[in-house]
């Protein structure tokens, strides 16, 4: 399965992510953690803002990757909005309140049966 990471604007933030991903076990142990050019947005010209891909096999947990993602965002000075795709499902994390951590997981829990093929 795929999933998709955009960090606020700054390809520095991305890259820190990538790095925080990979040094954590549970990540690390459960997706390939790439950066590459994203897709151009509706009005947007040239490549678009760069993504962090995450290509996910059996063990994945959503838990444990949302979680990883909000100890990497407090850990940040200027706590950027992350946005994470899986398939149709949009999940964003602005504050990482306890109910927008629950509604994330719940979300791309259910978007297991929207990714098709993509396992």
């Known amino acids: 399965m795929r999933l998709e990471v955009r960090v606020g604007s700054a390809a520095g933030e991305l890259r820190s992510l990538q ?6 076990p549970e990540v690390r142990r459960s ?38 993602l ?8 200027q706590r950027p909005r992350v946005e994470i795709r899986r ?3 949009l999940v964003v994390l602005t504050d990482c309140s306890e109910e927008e951590i629950e509604r994330a997981v719940r979300a791309l829990d ?10």
Not at 19 to 24: E, I, Q
Request: net charge negative; proline share 5%.
């Open 70 to 77: 909000v100890a990497w965002r407090q850990s940040r000075p």
């Open 87 to 89: 398939g149709a499902t």
């Open 19 to 24: 790095g925080w991903l990979r040094a954590d």
């Open 31 to 68: 997706a390939v953690v790439g950066v590459r050019g994203g897709e151009p947005g509706p009005g947007e010209m040239g490549t678009g803002l760069d993504v962090l891909q995450l290509v996910t096999g059996n063990g994945w947990s959503a838990a444990s990757f949302v979680l990883a």
């Open 110 to 119: 259910a978007a297991d049966g929207d990714a098709g093929g993509e396992r």
